[in-house]
């Protein structure tokens, strides 16, 4: 039997199915008669869908449309399927020039997720990081998203988060971080050795959406034995390179980005 709040959450759903191109509109004695509900369930839940914004309502003809939420949250699933479908091809080109490993790395909250990945000869490194939510201060596709976002955010991470280092388990010093993530933010990538994996290294850069915000990296990662100074000058332009393709193709509207100015 199932509990009072998931009957009302399944409810709520087929209310907010029923909002169509050709049925945008909805009154209460209408959705009571197509769901067959009483007229007093529909309005509660109508009532808790306006007040959250999923639904709005007219206030001439007291009915309701879908509301700005919807859009909202519409808007976040199709960048993500956007994301990945326009990132994959230049991974996988990333892929070929670097011999290396890439990831697809998405801001959730206070961490980072890895949605999409392209494996090279030592994909150990990244393997770990796909698919499971670490905290933006570890390793190269998480710092630079934490070090792109607003001061305040940052300064609030600093200062409450338990910032400890996922490869040894010690303790990371809040102000050394702090001037690592102002250097990845002047330079336009970040770049670790051990972080997350002994004898890794990582290389990565921002991804903006289409209002300027940076959600989202791109990184390669491999082998740190033998990654010279050269070779991560090297990698690091061609993954400034793809990060800034990937913007624009997403529609990120500016003329450059911070570190690094579009062609």
């Known amino acids: 039997?199932?509990?009072?709040?998931?009957?009302?959450?399944?409810?709520?759903?087929?209310?907010?199915?029923?909002?169509?191109?050709?049925?945008?509109?909805?009154?209460?004695?209408?959705?009571?008669?197509?769901?067959?509900?009483?007229?007093?369930?529909?309005?509660?839940?109508?009532?808790?869908?306006?007040?959250?914004?999923?639904?709005?309502?007219?206030?001439?003809?007291?009915?309701?449309?879908?509301?700005?939420?919807?859009i909202e949250l519409g808007k976040v699933a199709t960048n993500q399927l956007g994301l990945r479908k326009i990132a994959l091809p230049i991974m996988q080109e990333m892929g070929k020039l670097t011999g290396e490993s890439v990831l697809l790395t998405k801001k959730q909250g206070?961490?980072?997720?890895?949605?999409?990945?392209?494996?090279?000869?030592?994909?150990?490194?990244?393997?770990?990081?796909?698919?499971?939510?670490l905290p933006l201060h570890c390793g190269a596709s998480k710092k630079v998203l934490l070090a792109f976002q607003t001061q305040e955010f940052i300064d609030t991470y600093l200062q409450n988060e338990n910032l400890i280092r996922v490869s040894d388990k010690g303790t990371i010093d809040a102000n050394v971080l702090k001037e690592e993530l102002t250097r990845i933010r002047q330079e336009g990538v970040a770049v670790t050795a051990g972080d997350v994996d002994f004898g890794a290294y990582g290389v990565a850069a921002p991804i903006y959406d289409d209002n300027g915000n940076v959600f989202a990296s791109i990184s390669v990662s491999g082998r740190s034995f033998g990654f010279l100074e050269e070779r991560a000058e090297q990698i690091s332009l061609l993954v400034k390179k793809a990060a800034r393709e990937i913007s624009v193709k997403l529609g990120y509207p500016h003329h450059g980005v911070k570190g690094e100015e579009f062609d």
């Open 1 to 70: 039997m199932q509990s009072e709040g998931v009957q009302t959450v399944e409810r709520a759903l087929a209310i907010l199915n029923c909002f169509t191109n050709e049925d945008d509109i909805w009154g209460v004695t209408e959705l009571s008669k197509k769901l067959e509900l009483s007229k007093s369930v529909i309005h509660r839940i109508l009532v808790t869908l306006h007040r959250n914004g999923f639904v709005d309502k007219d206030v001439y003809t007291d009915k309701y449309r879908l509301g700005m939420k919807v």
């Open 110 to 133: 206070k961490m980072g997720l890895g949605i999409e990945i392209v494996e090279g000869p030592y994909s150990i490194a990244i393997r770990a990081a796909f698919g499971i939510g």
